[in-house]
């Protein structure tokens, strides 16, 4: 008899747990169905947006850091009276032919003097600790981080990652090509990285990091910009698969969201040469799931 009971109410439980598992597992793809078809009308991103992102605003934040850094070494080339960036005081007198070296950080906290800055280490220290990346379309384990650039951190909340080079990288096409085809940059000094709120999430290119070279004539060009694709390919510029336009994973087409992995490395130059308007957006399955999660726990757990 009371096996039988014992059985009879193991079933019970059995079938209880099975009902409530069908109910929950109801819950969560109605749910899930309809909150994907509100983010695509265009009216889910408050819902939907974790790390919320107030375009405009946060293009106002990256145009101000471009102009900061290019007033920068514009100012310094202006005073030394010379029209190549390499030609200053700048990088005559750095100690190292690369800005990552140890005994160059006392010069450049003395460089970027002007920035305003709260605070300058080098990665991984232990006042500068790891920051990793993610892509603007990549699975969440798949992380990048700078691993030896020169931080600068201001006031304004921002963050920039300089890696910086004493005599240049040379250009990959002729000078005169590159003038032809209307390109600006004809030797590279360096790397900026510009985290537009600092060490905050969400820490993806593209969202909240985007990248630009520093020229010779002082000012920043993107990453996969028009002038990058013309100093690696001179008139054929067009075809370059270094131009963002050209290969969706940069950033590039009407609608990324139809990329499997899209790195967002090349989103500086697509909101540079559109004006400073983000104008892209990425649904990520992690976000709906965690939507999703958040209203069961808010259903169920009370």
């Given at each position: 008899?009371?096996?039988?009971?014992?059985?009879?109410?193991?079933?019970?439980?059995?079938?209880?747990?099975?009902?409530?598992?069908?109910?929950?597992?109801?819950?969560?793809?109605?749910?899930?169905?309809?909150?994907?078809?509100?983010?695509?009308?265009?009216?889910?991103?408050?819902?939907?947006?974790?790390?919320?992102?107030?375009?405009?605003?946060?293009?106002?934040?990256?145009?101000?850091?471009?102009?900061?850094?290019?007033?920068?070494?514009?100012?310094?080339?202006?005073?030394?009276?010379?029209?190549?960036?390499?030609?200053?005081?700048?990088?005559?007198?750095m100690?190292?032919?690369?800005?990552?070296?140890?005994?160059?950080?006392?010069?450049?906290?003395?460089?970027?003097?002007?920035?305003?800055?709260?605070?300058?280490?080098?990665?991984?220290?232990?006042?500068?600790?790891k920051?990793?990346?993610?892509?603007?379309?990549?699975?969440f384990?798949?992380?990048?981080?700078?691993?030896s650039?020169?931080?600068?951190?201001?006031?304004?909340?921002?963050?920039?990652?300089?890696?910086?080079?004493?005599?240049?990288?040379?250009?990959e096409?002729?000078?005169?090509?590159?003038?032809?085809?209307?390109?600006?940059?004809?030797?590279?000094?360096?790397?900026?990285?510009?985290?537009?709120?600092?060490?905050?999430?969400p820490?993806?290119?593209?969202?909240?990091?985007?990248?630009?070279?520093?020229?010779?004539?002082?000012h920043?060009?993107?990453?996969?910009?028009?002038?990058?694709a013309?100093?690696?390919?001179?008139?054929?510029?067009?075809?370059?698969?270094?131009?963002?336009?050209?290969?969706?994973?940069?950033?590039?087409?009407?609608?990324?969201?139809l990329?499997?992995?899209?790195?967002?490395?090349?989103?500086?130059?697509?909101?540079?040469?559109?004006?400073?308007?983000?104008?892209?957006?990425?649904?990520?399955?992690?976000d709906?799931?965690?939507?999703?999660?958040?209203?069961?726990?808010?259903?169920?757990f009370?």
């Amino acid at each position: 008899m009371k096996k039988k009971l014992f059985l009879f109410m193991y079933i019970l439980l059995t079938a209880s747990l099975a009902v409530f598992i069908l109910f929950a597992l109801q819950f969560v793809l109605v749910k899930g169905i309809a909150l994907v078809k509100q983010y695509e009308n265009g009216h889910g991103e408050d819902v939907l947006n974790f790390h919320k992102i107030n375009k405009k605003n946060d293009m106002a934040k990256l145009k101000k850091a471009y102009y900061i850094i290019t007033d920068n070494f514009q100012n310094i080339m202006k005073q030394e009276n010379k029209t190549d960036l390499g030609e200053t005081s700048f990088f005559v007198n750095m100690p190292a032919y690369r800005s990552v070296e140890a005994e160059t950080q006392v010069y450049l906290d003395e460089a970027f003097s002007g920035l305003n800055i709260q605070k300058t280490c080098y990665n991984y220290l232990e006042d500068c600790p790891k920051i990793e990346y993610g892509g603007l379309k990549y699975p969440f384990w798949i992380k990048t981080s700078f691993p030896s650039h020169y931080r600068i951190y201001t006031n304004d909340g921002m963050l920039y990652y300089f890696d910086i080079y004493k005599y240049g990288i040379e250009h990959e096409s002729q000078v005169e090509d590159i003038i032809k085809a209307g390109g600006k940059m004809t030797k590279i000094y360096g790397l900026v990285q510009i985290d537009i709120n600092g060490n905050d999430k969400p820490n993806k290119w593209g969202k909240d990091l985007f990248g630009f070279y520093i020229a010779q004539d002082g000012h920043l060009y993107p990453y996969y910009g028009k002038d990058r694709a013309i100093y690696n390919a001179g008139e054929n510029w067009k075809k370059s698969k270094l131009y963002w336009r050209n290969k969706k994973m940069l950033c590039g087409g009407k609608n990324i969201n139809l990329s499997l992995f899209v790195s967002g490395e090349g989103c500086a130059a697509r909101v540079t040469e559109n004006a400073w308007k983000h104008d892209y957006e990425i649904k990520e399955l992690s976000d709906i799931l965690t939507v999703l999660k958040n209203k069961i726990r808010a259903k169920f757990f009370k």
